[in-house]
């Protein structure tokens, strides 16, 4: 793993993976204090997932798996506040977080190995093949990508995991895992 890397955490219900994007509407204090930060910078965030379960103050509150994430784009919203895209940079391993004064978290990320380029292969044409459906029913998703590879294993199975409303816990075992085969697999079970 490479070296610790201390990074402002953004946690969220949903999830973006290396090579995805996602839209953030930015209204708390910490977390415009965070854009401008990132965006004077030029460095990343992390957005994480965390345990609906626990209390916030909890030490588990904020799950291990994330992604390192930059900011690609932004516009003024209709209601006033700022809207950002960013992009998934890595997966990341939080090892160490806590608060700044005014609420922001920070943790110590490691980064995880990116996940192999594979071509599609038939076993799992299904997938792609959903995926491709999904955007056509739900542009706005499609939307975010001016290049779509289709073609590539880790590609789609890291758009399904952006896309599934799956337990926080068993979207960590997948994030967490060593190759898009093991994710293609548990995927393949819920779309045939």
Known sequence: MDNVQRLPLF???AHVMPNGKLKLRIFEQRYTRLVKQCMANQSEFVVCMFDPGIDKYDPDYILPYGTAVNIVDFEMLNDGFLGITVEGARRVEITHH?????????GDVETLPLWQQQPITEKVTVLRERLEEIYTVYPELGDLYNEKAFDRLDWVCQRWLEILPLDVHTKQDLIKSQSSDQVADYL?????
Do not use: A, I, S
Request: hydrophobic share 40%.
């Open 188 to 192: 393949l079970n819920l779309v045939t």
């Open 98 to 106: 806590e608060f700044e004064e005014d609420g922001l978290r920070v």
């Open 11 to 13: 946690p969220l219900t």
